[in-house]
């Protein structure tokens, strides 16, 4: 499938009156990089029936990466509160179903043929900046149109998790630290309950570390992984 480039200064511009209108719901001064993007990406299961959700869509850079990644447009919704940044989504993903709301409501947003099927949310909204009552609706939300064996991945600018894990009744695990955006970013994955699937992804994943520890440093893509 080919996905569409994004004008470079078509986003610029927008990003810069959303960062002037409302910079707390931005989170940063640039949009994301596309290493970043491709990073959290490759955490993304691509098969037939994996729904994807990404909220906080903003200038669609995670989208354009999950599009490439090979996520079908049809097993994909974003999600953006702000009208512009809507249009400007609608125009450059006709192929993707775009909703404009609010995080807290997804459950109520998305189509009803979702509901408990959706098996991964990436999240751009800067949870940091969010009080504790709003990232809890985001969450209680999230969680429950995903299946039980869904994942939450979010990135942030910070050392430690964004989010109250213990409070909110969620595991966690970094991914690891993307040196190559500005600031640099920190991805983290939250889950509700051990399965057997789950089980299984994390004996997949401490074979990835044990040959990734080999390696801490990465020039080209200037990111580190690591197992926490």
């Known amino acids: 499938m080919t996905v569409s480039r994004i004008r470079k200064r078509d986003e610029s511009l927008l990003f810069l009156k959303q960062l002037i209108k409302n910079p707390k719901s931005l989170g ?13 990406c490759s955490h993304v299961p691509i098969f037939d029936n994996h729904l994807v959700v990404e909220i906080g869509a903003g200038t669609g850079r995670f989208t354009q990466a999950l599009l490439r990644a090979g996520v079908k447009p049809e097993n994909l919704a974003i999600l953006e509160i702000d ?21 807290s409501q997804l459950h109520t947003l998305l189509p009803e043929s979702w509901l408990g099927k959706v098996g991964t949310i990436i999240s751009g ?3 940091v900046n969010l009080s504790k009552e709003d990232q809890s609706d985001i969450i209680t939300s999230c969680f429950s149109v995903l299946n039980d064996t869904g994942n939450f991945l979010q ?17 966690k695990k ?6 190559l955006n500005f600031p640099p970013a ?20 401490e074979k990835l570390d044990k040959i990734k520890e080999f390696v801490k440093f990465k020039p080209r893509l200037l990111l580190r992984e690591e197992n926490d």
């Open 83 to 103: 009208p512009d940044m809507c249009t400007f989504l609608r125009h450059n993903f006709p192929q993707v179903n775009v909703i404009e709301g609010n995080a």
């Open 186 to 205: 920190t991805v983290w994955r939250y889950w509700k309950q051990t399965t057997v699937h789950d089980v299984k992804w994390e004996k997949k994943s």
């Open 155 to 171: 990135f942030t600018y910070g050392p430690v998790s964004p989010l109250p894990t213990k409070k909110l009744g969620l595991k």
């Open 174 to 179: 970094r991914l690891g630290h993307i040196l």
């Open 125 to 127: 909204i800067p949870m």
């Open 28 to 40: 940063a001064v640039v949009p994301s990089s596309p290493v970043l993007a491709d990073f959290i």
